[in-house]
């Protein structure tokens, strides 16, 4: 008989929650078989583990559902894997080129909080000597 999962057993294995799984489900990456009475219980085989799988590493890579979706569909197909391969690249090398630029943006904050940084602290020295100067005027006046 074939491995099967159910849906706490899945959630516990990837530490994610069923209702993800069932999000998942209703966004077509997974399709369980149903048993028990009407169906309620979701039976997990070892391809829709893997799916899940993939679709868990797809949202680490930061693809979109719907392109996670076509990588694993296009993979369960018995087309050309060489077209396959190829659109898998492209889907690759556009996200490279997102996160490159996420990565520039975020560079670019990082160095505009720490030009607000140092200016803030630039100010709050100031107004520390500021601060001392009316003591040590108040109480030079005062020694007099």
Do not use: W
């Given at each position: 008989?074939?491995?099967?999962?159910?849906?706490?057993?899945?959630?516990?294995?990837?530490?994610?929650?069923a209702r993800?799984?069932?999000?998942?489900?209703?966004?077509?990456?997974?399709?369980?078989?149903?048993?028990?009475?009407?169906?309620?219980?979701?039976?997990?085989?070892?391809?829709?583990?893997?799916?899940?799988?993939?679709?868990?590493?797809?949202?680490?890579?930061?693809?979109?559902?719907?392109?996670?979706?076509?990588?694993?569909?296009?993979?369960?197909?018995?087309?050309?894997?060489?077209?396959?391969?190829?659109?898998?690249?492209?889907?690759?090398?556009h996200q490279?080129?997102?996160?490159?630029?996420?990565?520039?943006?975020?560079?670019?904050?990082?160095?505009?909080?720490?030009?607000?940084?140092?200016?803030?602290?630039?100010?709050?020295?100031?107004?520390?000597?500021?601060d001392a100067?009316?003591?040590?005027?108040?109480?030079?006046?005062?020694?007099?």
């Amino acid at each position: 008989m074939a491995t099967t999962y159910t849906i706490a057993e899945l959630a516990r294995e990837f530490d994610i929650t069923a209702r993800a799984i069932r999000f998942y489900e209703d966004q077509g990456l997974l399709s369980p078989k149903r048993e028990g009475v009407g169906g309620r219980n979701r039976v997990y085989s070892a391809r829709e583990r893997t799916r899940l799988k993939l679709t868990l590493r797809g949202k680490r890579l930061g693809l979109t559902l719907s392109e996670i979706k076509s990588i694993v569909d296009m993979y369960e197909s018995p087309k050309d894997t060489v077209a396959q391969i190829n659109r898998f690249l492209g889907v690759l090398a556009h996200q490279r080129e997102t996160l490159e630029q996420q990565r520039a943006d975020i560079e670019m904050a990082l160095e505009e909080i720490s030009a607000h940084e140092e200016e803030c602290r630039r100010l709050l020295g100031e107004e520390d000597a500021l601060d001392a100067a009316p003591k040590e005027l108040h109480g030079a006046s005062s020694a007099a």
